[in-house]
């Protein structure tokens, strides 16, 4: 008989720190100036063009977000560093992401009513990991006391769904009784504060979910997985280039091609009903309709893709109880949105309710799961 494997927990972690729109374009348009003034004469002669001015209203009506959280906030609105000041820690010293990542898992931990003893791996799925190795996944095991293994995954924006689709082979294959996914995304250090078009995306935040066999879930939440789906599709439309071998190019670490950067106008003409098939062809697996499915756990990257894309599984625009956005606090954290949105609207379906987690991203990359809450 096939093995039953359940979500059985989750823990969201936030920030101290937070950013509005109006703070962020305050110390943006003042960026602008001061570059705009020292670059006088370039701009003029019109070899070097001039930073517009931004505000907190196209940012909102571009992408649903009004702020959002951060790790560190010094320096990140200082115009003459436009970075958040994250002082680097001692080997021997727990990593930034590790602690965010603990911060989480505990809460995770918590829900499942799961002690390190029941979990046998830890997965950190995100967009970005502060170092190449040891794993931050090992380092949170072994702060944690968990005995198995931990690996490292970096699918950008669609981490979070791909890891939960190897936790959900690896019981499915009975290679594990309980895995933890956890998506520390410290995004931050890769925002380029200098840069209007993009300076207002990401967010920081941390958030682990737990999967295990059905017979040994207790927790008062379970959501039963059917199937997971995944798609990707090689794109340049969105990328993130700072990386080891930037020493051996003779590159600048601070130049702008180093951050992320995409171009959004492709991204959303692409993605947008790239998802919608991907998603259409997902629940038609399990004989259901969009009409089946309570709740949307849509990738949190933009509203208006959002709203397309279930404009275009539903014939009509979303509400907020069909497909929660949480933008407009969190902004986008990369591969952690969806799981966001799972986290704090998930509680009030009824047995038997359907619902899918999905996340979109660079890549390009799509994952879904489909699930049936116990």
Not at 38 to 54: Q, R
Not at 215 to 228: C, D, F, G, V
Not at 315 to 321: A, G, T
Request: aromatic share 8%; hydrophobic share 40%.
């Amino acid at each position: 008989m096939s093995q039953s494997v359940v979500i059985s927990g989750t823990g969201l972690w936030k920030p101290e720190n937070t950013i509005t729109n109006e703070e962020l374009v305050e110390s943006y348009n003042a960026y602008a100036d001061k570059y705009n003034a020292e670059n006088e004469v370039l701009i003029t002669s019109g070899e070097v063009a001039a930073k517009p001015h931004s505000s907190a209203g196209f940012i909102h009506k571009a992408s649903g977000i009004k702020s959002r959280y951060i790790y560190k906030k010094e320096g990140a609105l200082d115009i003459n560093r436009m970075m958040p000041v994250i002082p680097a820690r001692p080997d021997d010293a727990l990593s930034d992401q590790a602690e965010i990542a603990l911060h989480a898992a505990k809460k995770a931990m918590a829900a499942a009513n799961k002690t390190a003893q029941d979990i046998d791996v830890i997965i950190v799925a995100c967009a970005y990991t502060q170092r190449s190795y040891p794993a931050i996944a090992i380092e949170v095991q072994g702060a944690l006391g968990i005995e198995g293994f931990g690996f490292d995954m970096l699918v950008a924006c669609s981490a979070a769904t791909f890891g939960l689709h190897r936790g959900y082979e690896m019981i499915k294959a009975g290679t594990a009784n309980c895995v933890m996914v956890i998506n520390p995304e410290l995004t931050s250090p890769q925002v380029n504060y200098k840069n209007r078009d993009s300076h207002f995306i990401f967010g920081d935040v941390s958030v682990a979910t737990i999967l295990e066999k059905a017979e040994t879930a207790t927790s008062k939440h379970q959501y039963e997985i059917l199937s997971t789906k995944a798609l990707t599709h090689f794109s340049n439309n969105i990328r993130s280039n700072f990386g080891y071998v930037l020493n051996a190019n003779n590159g600048n670490p601070l130049a702008a091609e180093q951050y992320f950067y995409q171009f959004g106008r492709k991204v959303f003409k692409e993605v947008c009903p790239m998802a919608a098939k991907h998603i259409s062809e997902h629940i038609a697996k399990h004989n259901l309709t969009s009409d089946n499915i309570k709740r949307w756990w849509l990738h949190q990257a933009n509203i208006n893709m959002n709203r397309l894309i279930c404009k275009m599984l539903l014939d009509r625009q979303p509400s907020q109880e069909d497909a929660p956005i949480v933008l407009d606090e969190f902004a986008n954290t990369a591969s952690a949105g969806s799981l966001i949105a799972f986290n704090l609207y998930n509680e009030d379906l009824e047995s038997g309710d359907s619902g899918l987690i999905c996340s979109f991203g660079a890549g390009y990359s799509i994952g879904s799961l489909v699930v049936r809450k116990i």
